[in-house]
């Protein structure tokens, strides 16, 4: 494989919105200098999806992530979903910020290359079966060989350890296993699935911050560590109480659809034009407010309104009155009228009402990257805004094996050396 160009330049908007709105105030523009994470590299050699993505969010701020695949099986993440010309659109989104590199791991040239790799590197993020790094002489014990400053993030269905462990593992099973599909969907149908990838997402974010908190500890002892995430648990972890509701009375959350067992009215209601708004009232006060604007103040007053649960328990009252009042309005009515309340209303949006959100344009959530394969691209921007020290999209997702002549070459490999791995399908 030919060598690519190497990465196109920075994107100069790290943060900022698209280039029709107007630039933040004066004094809330943040610099454009050094990314918080330059100096940390990361090798990903995960696939599918939270190992990826965490990956990604290193890069976003500033990390060097260099993305390892298989020579002949790249991550099949460049095939999933549309795809622009033969470009799958997912990867451009999942590989950016990313240099990418091919590496037969199982191969002793792979297996060698890759240790010299990680010498040199700070975190390593991987996502194979337990024993499968192992049997290619690449586990822990290895890698702490070569650098005991090493972070390895170790991101699998159930664990490295315990009777599933060796089961292969995906986001959806942890959707079923954790609770959420469960608790999800109308109260006389089937649990239900999120269409996207939900627990690879929220297990990407908590591995992230495991890294970081790993990173952290590394500045105290001067010795990296293993990091054990298992999908299935930091998606229960953001489902609240459940288990303690489970322990101590014996409740399990049924599926209540848009309704809520904590309190009401919260619901999707539609409206006289056929648009869909979502209300909540978590706060009491903002429930009072909503049942003065949809003319029903008398239910304030009854005895079961002063709690959340009260109202919930009365959910069909409820729905009626605000339900009814809303059906009667407009959309753009509606909105008006709950912002005037200060009561809490949204539209449901798809991804082309996100897209032209005047709140999503101001905070710069869209952003456009160019890119050599494509053109201009919008995606979403990085997921935080930092005051000193953004992070910022880079370039997006890169073709397989674009980098990889440069990458062995900067670890001090000849052009002969390459060439040699390249005959040994190493490469």
């Not at 791991?105 to 700070?122: C, I, K, V, W």
């Not at 991987?126 to 991101?155: K, M, Y």
């Not at 699998?156 to 969907?185: D, K």
């Not at 909503?290 to 959340?308: I, K, N, S």
Request: one cysteine or more.
């Amino acid at each position: 494989m030919s060598p690519a160009a190497s990465p196109p330049p920075l994107n100069p908007h790290p943060r900022s919105p698209l280039p029709l709105n107007p630039l933040p105030p004066e004094g809330h523009r943040p610099p454009e200098g050094r990314l918080p994470l330059e100096g940390l590299r990361v090798l990903d050699l995960a696939t599918l999806f939270a190992g990826p993505l965490c990956a990604t969010m290193l890069g976003d701020f500033g990390a060097e992530v260099i993305k390892v695949e298989h020579p002949t099986r790249p991550d099949p993440s460049r095939g999933h979903g549309p795809a622009k010309n033969g470009v799958g659109l997912w990867w451009k989104v999942l590989g950016r910020n990313k240099r990418n590199v091919t590496l037969d791991l199982s191969a002793p040239g792979g297996r060698e290359t890759l240790l010299r790799l990680a010498a040199t590197a700070d975190v390593v993020v991987e996502n194979f079966r337990p024993g499968t790094l192992e049997r290619w002489g690449l586990g822990w014990d290895e890698l702490s060989a070569a650098n005991p400053r090493l972070v390895l993030a170790r991101i699998t269905g159930f664990g490295q350890f315990g009777p599933y462990s060796h089961r292969p593992g995906f986001g959806t099973l942890a959707e079923a296993m954790s609770g959420f599909a469960a608790a999800t969907g109308e109260p006389e149908g089937p649990p239900t699935l999120p269409p996207f990838g939900l627990a690879d997402s929220v297990a990407a974010l908590a591995t992230a911050y495991a890294v970081m908190t790993a990173l952290a500890a590394r500045a105290t002892t001067g010795r990296g560590q293993v990091v054990d995430m298992a999908i299935i648990e930091p998606i229960l972890a953001v489902l609240g109480p459940q288990a303690l509701w489970y322990d101590q009375l014996g409740y399990i959350q049924p599926r209540t659809g848009n309704r809520s067992r904590n309190n009401a009215p919260r619901n999707i209601y539609r409206t006289a034009d056929g648009s869909w708004l979502a209300v909540s009232t978590s706060a009491q006060s903002v429930a009072e407010r909503v049942m003065h604007l949809v003319g029903r103040p008398e239910l304030v007053d009854e005895p079961w309104f002063a709690t959340g649960t009260g109202r919930a328990e009365h959910a069909g009252e409820l729905d009626d009155a605000v339900g009814g009042w809303i059906a009667r309005r407009t959309s753009d009515e509606v909105v008006d009228a709950f912002e005037k309340a200060e009561a809490a209303v949204a539209p449901v949006y798809d991804i082309s009402d996100v897209m032209d959100d005047p709140q999503y344009r101001a905070l710069g959530t869209i952003t456009e990257v160019p890119d050599p394969e494509l053109g201009t691209l919008r995606m979403q921007n990085v997921i935080f805004r930092l005051s000193e020290t953004p992070g910022r999209i880079r370039w997006a997702g890169r073709p397989h094996g674009a980098d990889t002549e440069e990458v062995l070459t900067e670890l001090g490999l000849t052009s002969a050396d390459i060439t040699a791995l390249r005959t040994q399908g190493a490469l």
